[in-house]
T-cell receptor, first 115, second 115 residues
Framework: AQTVTQSQPEMSVQEAETVTLSCTYD???????LFWYKQPPSRQMILVIR??????QNATENRFSVNFQKAAKSFSLKISDSQLGDAAMYFC????????????FGTGTSLTVIP | DTGVSQDPRHKITKRGQNVTFRCDPI?????LYWYRQTLGQGPEFLTY????????KSRLLSDRFSAERPKGSFSTLEIQRTEQGDSAMYLC?????????????FGPGTRLTVL
């Protein structure tokens, strides 16, 4: 099974500042997708951003952007202008058509936003 | 579109009892997934359906677990003879198709506590 590693169990950021969450993964596939999901306390997981492995351009969604380094198998999430509502658990996930399209999730990073 | 719903949101049961959870996916979503999430971990894949067909089951899904999606709409997950190790959040997700890039939409989860 694919392995997704999030080495930062907890991170904190000052409101309006920028924070980067790290994710690495292990795969021998060339065709796959990477995702960042956000899980606020006691609320359901929602998609933050998605990256196709065959695209060299890094995905961007408003204040959220990724740094996708395919050769290094790294997929970090940058949150700019952090807001109090960004406080949540963030999960990195891997998905490939060769593995049944199921998600493989990391262990998550808990992000605290300091007012 | 009301999103993915799950019922109940919380379930407390005694060891040895059977429990059943229900998931209602977003209408017309063909794919339905079940995940288990324990404290401090990311969701772990259990099983998924393409319409009414159960296409894959994880090794985590012991013979005490059974899932159905009888008409290709809602799904149920039953755990027989519950054990304390079954205590976890059970998440359901749906996606429109079987494409790896498809977003999975998650429900709020059912938190199971086995005493």
């Amino acid at each position: 099974a694919q392995t997704v590693t999030q080495s930062q169990p907890e991170m904190s950021v000052q409101e309006a500042e920028t924070v980067t969450l790290s994710c690495t993964y292990d795969t021998s596939e060339s065709d796959y997708y990477l995702f960042w999901y956000k899980q606020p306390p006691s609320r359901q997981m929602i998609l933050v951003i998605r990256q196709e492995a065959y695209k060299q351009q890094n995905a961007t969604e408003n204040r959220f952007s990724v740094n996708f380094q395919k050769a290094a198998k790294s997929f970090s999430l940058k949150i700019s202008d952090s807001q109090l509502g960004d406080a949540a658990m963030y999960f990195c996930a891997y998905r490939s058509p060769n593995t049944g399209n199921q998600f493989y999730f990391g262990t998550g990073t808990s992000l605290t936003v300091i007012p | 579109d009301t999103g993915v719903s799950q019922d109940p949101r919380h379930k407390i049961t005694k060891r040895g009892q059977n429990v059943t959870f229900r998931c209602d996916p977003i209408s017309e979503h063909n794919r339905l997934y079940w995940y288990r999430q324990t404290l401090g971990q990311g969701p772990e894949f259990l099983t998924y359906f393409q319409n009414e067909a159960q296409l894959e089951k994880s090794r985590l899904l012991s013979d005490r677990f059974s899932a159905e999606r009888p008409k290709g709409s809602f799904s149920t997950l039953e755990i027989q003879r519950t054990e304390q190790g079954d205590s976890a959040m059970y998440l359901c997700a749906s996606s429109p198709n079987a494409l790896a890039g498809d977003t999975q939409y998650f429900g709020p989860g059912t938190r199971l506590t086995v005493l």
